[in-house]
């Protein structure tokens, strides 16, 4: 029987996000499991011209469903449209972006369809012909093996993506004869949770977008204080700056405004070097448009070497003095 | 008002991770130490400040795990929350979210709450999926990654503000009772009182064997945990501390980036 997979899309208003062609890719590799017919899902204020863009570029039928009052993302709304209308056209997988819109409906949808829910997927493989997908667990120190075999049969499987995980994936193509979208526009009365605008993020204008050398402490600086050794780092790249992790900046050792990661800045530096930081999901997801990036932590299992071009495993506040010093030395000859 | 916050034992960060011989969880011995899911204790310190503001504040901790978990809710009440609750589960391996949403409901059906409040996530499994179930099973509104929260004088509902992409925040108003997963940076979470400690260690918790109630049918199942292949991309630099800052010099300069 044919199976059916639903993604839900992501964007921003005006373009749709890469994240919607990593989960076409996602998609791709269950269909090459089990024969499956791929469908599109995209809620906002004008969807049409953004269904069709997807629809062009995946050959996929695209339903479109036109809702006031989700230019920004809205988790009631997403959840009184998305139920009703899963419920009506049930597919056997919902693909959800791991961002923090998808990460706060996909659990609610797994328990009003009556499925069940895998977040952050990351990998999928076949074995014994079960599919498995895989996650992190941890701190990324673990990875674990997860599947649906238990599942009811018309059960569905939600399953949210964490980003970065598959290349993206559409059709080189632009014939308007491909178009395939179901339009429709919806009202939603949604009286518990009111839109009141939006906060812009501490790090807006602060130059670690434009910074070519980003470097960065983490929880291995363990003292406030140590945060110099991080300036120190700095100060012998020109146009550079200072960032920081999240825990770091939760302990007030370091300003949001320098968070780099998903929740922080997404930066792309010519060179990134992370001291004392040990990688958690939304870091990496920070940091992977970086060119190079070099990795100073004395823990050699942390799994920012694995992202690194270059690792070093040195404590970091013995380590920086004498890349500094060295760098002074060696300064005049050049 | 009533505020409930469920909270997790998880193992301490930095413990030395072995996976059991099954290879479907991992092996804890003696030297196994466990910790309160830090996103949890800003979830408890938020709720111990609506208490400041609202004096007739009670606050619940409930959690699921074995018997030592109860550490965890004896340090909640060493923060300052009123009640505790366990639901025990000496299950050993992995208990997929849909099972603990669906037991904490069981005992929330029960009772009055006007907030539950859960960390964003759990440090060890990284889930992000309990708070919003339990909402969903209440069918109660929901916030998640909520970075500051304001209660109306009226207590009927309140303003928060949760994180997006970027770092940029989204601001709602929302209707009590409902449902908000904290995320960190919310407030600093204090450290138990030695009087709060003294009598959180005489508090008879109130323990509700998981083998009572009902558990959720449709989940996934843990196949295998194994470590992460080490796909090391780039060059391990070697020798003293000296010739490694030498060497990442030479490096960076022949890609002048230095």
Not at chain 2, 23 to 45: H, P, V
Not at chain 2, 192 to 204: D, E, G, H, I, M
Request: aromatic share 8%; proline share 5%.
């Amino acid at each position: 029987m044919t199976k059916k997979i639903t993604i839900i899309a992501d964007h921003d208003g005006k373009n749709i996000k890469p994240i919607t062609w990593e989960l076409f890719a996602f998609a791709k590799k269950i269909q090459a499991h089990e024969k499956a017919d791929i469908y599109f899902f995209i809620i906002g204020e004008n969807t049409k011209e953004l269904a069709q863009d997807i629809s062009i570029h995946s050959g996929c039928k695209t339903y479109a469903m036109d809702v006031l009052g989700t230019n920004n993302y809205h988790g009631q709304i997403y959840k009184k449209i998305l139920i009703p209308f899963l419920t009506k056209n049930p597919a056997d997988y919902i693909l959800v972006p791991h961002t923090t819109s998808g990460m706060d409906y996909a659990p609610a949808l797994s328990i009003a369809l009556k499925g069940s829910c895998i977040t952050a997927v990351e990998g999928i493989h076949n074995k014994d012909n079960v599919l498995h997908f895989v996650r992190a667990m941890f701190g990324r120190k673990i990875q674990a093996d997860l599947s649906n075999k238990n599942l009811g049969a018309s059960s569905p499987q939600v399953l949210t993506l964490q980003a970065g995980s598959f290349k993206p994936f559409k059709l080189d193509q632009n014939d308007i004869k491909n178009i395939n979208i179901i339009h429709e526009a919806f009202d939603c009365l949604e009286k518990e949770m009111i839109y009141k605008g939006c906060q812009p993020s501490p790090s807006k204008g602060s130059n670690l977008a434009k910074a070519e050398v980003i470097v960065s402490g983490g929880r291995g600086i363990e003292e406030e204080e140590n945060y110099k050794y991080i300036e120190m780092l700095a100060d012998i790249f020109p146009r550079s700056a200072t960032g920081a992790s999240r825990p770091i900046c939760d302990y007030g050792w370091a300003k949001y405004s320098q968070q780099v990661g998903a929740t922080g800045t997404i930066i792309s530096p010519k060179l990134y070097i992370a001291c004392g930081i040990s990688g958690a999901t939304q870091h990496l997801e920070g940091i992977r448009d970086s060119q190079f990036i070099v990795a100073i932590n004395s823990d050699p299992d942390a799994p920012i070497f694995q992202v690194a071009d270059i690792c070093i495993i040195e404590d970091l506040t013995d380590f920086i003095p004498i890349i500094v010093e060295t760098a002074k030395k060696k300064r005049p000859t050049n | 008002m009533k505020i409930l916050v469920c909270i997790k034992q998880v193992m301490e960060s930095g413990s030395p991770i072995k996976i059991d011989p099954s290879g479907k969880w991992l092996q804890y011995s003696q030297s196994t130490r466990f910790e309160i899911n830090k996103y949890d204790e800003y979830a408890i310190e938020e709720a111990i400040q609506i208490k400041e503001n609202f004096k007739d504040t009670q606050i619940d901790v409930i959690t699921v795990g074995p018997s030592h978990a109860s550490d965890v809710l004896r340090r909640a009440l060493g923060m300052g929350a009123d009640e505790a609750i366990h639901i025990l589960d000496e299950a050993k391996g992995y208990r997929p979210p849909a099972i603990t949403a669906e037991w904490i409901t069981a005992f929330v059906k029960k009772e009055t709450y006007d907030l539950i409040f859960t960390g964003i996530m759990s440090d060890d499994e990284m889930n992000a999926q309990t708070g919003v179930m339990i909402s969903q099973i209440l069918d109660w509104p929901c916030a998640t990654a909520v970075i500051k929260e304001e209660i109306s004088n009226d207590r009927k509902k309140m303003r928060i503000e949760r994180e997006i992409e970027g770092g940029a925040k989204d601001i709602f108003d929302i209707t009590l009772p409902c449902v908000l997963t904290i995320q960190t940076g919310i407030n600093t979470p204090r450290y138990p009182s030695l009087s709060k400690v003294l009598r959180a260690k005489k508090k008879t918790l109130q323990i509700i064997p998981a083998k009572t109630l009902k558990t959720a049918e449709q989940i996934p199942s843990l196949e295998t945990i194994q470590f992460p292949e080490k796909t090391t991309r780039g060059i391990v630099l070697k020798g003293s501390s000296q010739d490694k800052a030498k060497a990442l010099l030479n490096i960076l300069a022949s890609k002048t980036l230095v």
